[in-house]
T-cell receptor, first 112, second 113 residues
Framework: QQQVKQSPQSLIVQKGGISIINCAYENTAFDYFPWYQQFPGKGPALLIAIRPDVSEKKEGRFTISFNKSAKQFSLHIMDSQPGDSATYFCAASGTSGSRLTFGEGTQLTVNP | EAGVTQSPTHLIKTRGQQATLRCSPISGHTSVYWYQQALGLGLQFLLWYDEGEERNRGNFPPRFSGRQFPNYSSELNVNALELEDSALYLC????????????FGEGSWLTVV
């Protein structure tokens, strides 16, 4: 019940296209859903986060869509750029503590 | 402002030995978290320390242990190293009042041969 399922495992997109990464969770106690971006050789960096009281949050080219009833959330990267090529992790945590549960990661490649 | 710093960057140990990894949190952050990132296995939660106390522990054997010092820095110890302990060990920190937002360091690569 603590798992967060992420798909796809890898994604190849052309420059200017839309990248979409999906995550699903089971634990209804989760109430915080961040996305992290990790470049090779670096630690993950917080990209954007959402709480379940909103259905969408946008920051620049990055948008999180949240569907509470389906227990799913997704990351959309608009106008994808080669510099966006990285591994993306979704995560979730609940009010019982600060333990973030991460998805398996998606390796995004944006071709020029 | 300095981010989370970890040392060493790389560490090579022999099976059965002990490894010690160190982490300095962002100034003002009191919580420190340790995660293991093995190839193909994503980020696995190891330990959470806050105000010097262990607050939560992931599904890892007792040979993974750590501590947090009065200056909030932290140390992760791995005893009786096994080949499958080879991974990137990531430390993260957060403010007490914003524990959901954690900031990662760049990690320590541990290779067990």
């Amino acid at each position: 019940q603590q798992q967060v399922k992420q798909s796809p495992q890898s994604l190849i997109v052309q420059k200017g296209g839309i990248s979409i990464i999906n995550c699903a969770y089971e634990n209804t106690a989760f109430d915080y859903f961040p996305w992290y971006q990790q470049f090779p050789g670096k630690g993950p960096a917080l990209l954007i986060a959402i709480r379940p009281d909103v259905s969408e949050k946008k920051e620049g080219r990055f948008t999180i869509s949240f569907n509470k009833s389906a227990k799913q959330f997704s990351l959309h990267i608009m106008d994808s750029q080669p510099g966006d090529s990285a591994t993306y992790f979704c995560a979730a945590s609940g009010t019982s503590g600060s333990r973030l549960t991460f998805g398996e990661g998606t390796q995004l490649t944006v071709n020029p | 402002e300095a981010g989370v710093t970890q040392s060493p960057t790389h560490l090579i140990k022999t099976r059965g030995q002990q490894a010690t990894l160190r982490c300095s949190p962002i100034s003002g952050h009191t919580s420190v978290y340790w995660y293991q990132q093995a190839l193909g296995l994503g980020l696995q939660f190891l330990l959470w320390y806050d105000e010097g106390e262990e607050r939560n522990r992931g599904n890892f054997p007792p040979r993974f242990s750590g501590r947090q010092f009065p200056n909030y820095s932290s140390e992760l110890n791995v005893n009786a190293l096994e080949l499958e302990d080879s991974a990137l060990y990531l430390c993260a920190s957060s403010l007490e009042d914003s524990r959901r937002t954690i900031y990662f360091g760049e990690g320590s690569w541990l290779t067990v041969v």
